[in-house]
């Protein structure tokens, strides 16, 4: 079965910092990747998605992320962050048979991001 | 584009009452999703329809959760009878193929 980890329940940064939100991921086959992210009595919006060619992969806001295939991780980025990025992140894995194709998600980070 | 319609925003219901949450899906998506998120159990997928057909409902906690998609443009997820234990926020998604999927604003459910 595959499945997300995200080791980091919490991360702090200060504003104008760079900032990394790390996920892991276990698939059969190729992953299908995504972060997304949810602000506070709000719905879960899509950042940006791997599925094939170039390793940085760059989203919304100004965040990017890169797929590592040998250490099986698609850690989020940003160069500088905002107190606006403050929310929590998702990071999502789909396989491409079976029952795989369906999203799969990790337990989330919160970013808080310190003026 | 309205994006996903989800309603009502909020629901606060007693024990052992009914309850119906509904979902548009945005025009021409395919597929569409309900997931329920919980503080203890994080974003959970419920069930998910493919062309108004459901594909996967091994999500459903009990039968007293049922979910139908009587169109493409409208799904509804219902409890019936509702537990305290079903509180939790629960969204609804749709995408084109298995592609992105675009999330609802979610429902806060309460049961008394």
């Known amino acids: 079965a595959q499945s997300v980890a995200q080791p980091e329940d919490q991360v702090n940064v200060a504003e104008g910092n760079p900032l990394t939100v790390k996920c892991t991921y276990s698939?059969?086959?190729?992953?299908?990747l995504f972060w997304y992210v949810q602000y506070p009595n709000r719905g879960l919006q899509f950042l940006l998605k791997?599925?094939?060619?170039?390793?940085l992969v760059k989203g919304s806001y100004g965040f990017e992320a890169e797929f590592n295939k040998s250490q099986t991780s698609f850690h989020l980025k940003k160069p500088s962050a905002l107190v606006s990025d403050s929310a929590l992140y998702f990071c999502?894995?789909?396989?491409?048979?079976?029952?795989?194709?369906?999203?799969?998600f990790g337990s989330g980070t919160q970013l808080t991001v310190l003026p | 584009d309205a994006g996903v319609i989800q309603s009502p925003r909020h629901e606060v219901t007693e024990m052992g009452q009914e309850v119906t949450l509904r979902c548009k899906p945005i025009?021409?998506?395919?597929?569409l999703f309900w997931y329920r998120q919980t503080m203890m159990r994080g974003l959970e997928l419920l069930i998910y329809?493919?062309?108004?057909?459901?594909?996967?409902d091994s999500g459903m906690p009990e039968d007293r959760f049922s979910a139908k998609m009587p169109n493409a443009s409208f799904s509804t997820l219902k409890i019936q009878p509702s537990e305290p234990r079903d509180s939790a926020v629960y969204f609804c998604?749709?995408?084109?193929?298995?592609?992105?999927?675009?999330f609802g604003p979610g429902t806060r459910l309460l049961v008394l």
């Open positions: 998604a749709s995408s084109s193929g298995l592609g992105t999927q675009y």
């Open positions: 698939v059969s086959g190729n992953p299908y």
């Open positions: 791997y599925i094939t060619g170039d390793n």
């Open positions: 999502a894995v789909r396989g491409i048979s079976g029952s795989a194709r369906q999203l799969t």
């Open positions: 025009s021409g998506h395919d597929y």
């Open positions: 329809f493919n062309n108004n057909v459901p594909i996967d």
